[in-house]
């Protein structure tokens, strides 16, 4: 009898982000730890040339760029499996990680997943998800951090069912290409939507602090993303003026992004062309289970 391919659960996309040994090192812990129904598919903006011949276990794709957010996007069209997984450069998968975030797609309201990114000890870092304060918006937390308010994914380390990044790339243009925008916006049409962002805190990826994107606390960032906020979720309250101000000098935002959040207006209207509200379906008219094919063993592939 023929044997016939495995159709894969998930598709990993690992993007090439300015550092070909990190890639490298985090494309071999897939490889490691892969099962025999995962796609793998490798982004880069051109500059690669597979010196170890891994074409016929990975599918190599060209970008645009090397902005993370166009290594997304132009790897997204390669995918085939109902769940995506972003495993951003220098990042290390570990044994059976995939099957503990994919659990969680059995509950038909959870649209993205967040993995929790340790360090080589073992310690939980930042970067595994965001969350709202009063002073800064899309505060990144530890996995093992409650959430307050609203959270959402980072896109350089996520698991989310592939119609709805389909629906986010859609309404999300590809002149907002800062990740951190992006992330933002993307948790925030979820949210409109009805869908949840769930937290895998037995998902663990070996990340080191260094690698996440660039998030510096400045007028700009709070501007863009206070507009971000009152485009999408137009009714949800606004933090008050003093816990704003408590927050700016005590948490982690600044003066600058605090009165960057009070001016939004001056982005609104670039936002406003960027987001297109109407792209995501919501989860009333999409929720359901997930039916992935049967998990497959673990194929072990010894270190180069």
């Not at 996995?143 to 307050?148: G, Q, R, T, Y």
């Not at 070996?206 to 994107?213: I, R, V």
Request: glycine share 8%; proline share 7%.
């Amino acid at each position: 009898m023929p044997k016939f391919p495995r159709p894969p659960r998930v598709s990993i996309v690992i993007p090439l982000q300015r550092d070909e040994k990190l890639f490298e090192e985090t494309l071999l812990s897939v490889l490691e730890n892969q099962t025999d129904d995962c796609q793998i598919v490798a982004v880069h903006n051109g500059t690669y040339t597979d010196p170890f011949e891994l074409s016929d276990e990975v599918h190599f794709v060209t970008a645009r760029s090397s902005n993370l957010t166009d290594l997304v996007r132009d790897a997204f069209d390669a995918t085939s499996a109902p769940i995506i997984h972003v495993l951003g450069t220098g990042m290390k998968a570990r044994a059976e990680w995939t099957d503990r975030a994919l659990d969680h797609f059995d509950a038909p309201h959870v649209g993205a997943v967040t993995p929790a990114l340790v360090d080589d000890t073992g310690r939980s870092v930042d970067g595994a998800h965001w969350s709202d304060s009063d002073g800064r918006f899309c505060q990144s937390l530890p996995a093992d951090a409650p959430p307050e308010g609203f959270a959402g994914f980072f896109i350089n380390a996520f698991f989310i069912r592939r119609h709805l990044l389909g629906n986010l790339l859609d309404a999300v243009a590809p002149a907002m290409s800062d990740p951190i925008a992006v992330s933002y916006a993307m948790g925030c049409l979820l949210r409109r939507a009805g869908w949840e962002t769930a937290s895998a805190v037995d998902c663990c990826i070996e990340a080191d602090g260094a690698l996440m994107p660039t998030d510096e606390s400045d007028l700009a960032r709070g501007q863009v993303l206070g507009a971000i906020r009152h485009r999408v979720l137009p009714n949800e309250p606004a933090p008050g003026m003093v816990a704003m101000l408590r927050q700016a000098l005590l948490g982690g935002g600044s003066l600058g992004e605090m009165i960057g959040m009070l001016r939004y207006r001056n982005s609104l209207s670039a936002v406003r062309r960027a987001i297109d509200l109407d792209c995501v379906a919501s989860v009333d008219q999409i929720a359901g289970v997930i039916n992935l094919p049967t998990a497959a063993p673990h194929l072990g592939r010894e270190a180069a």
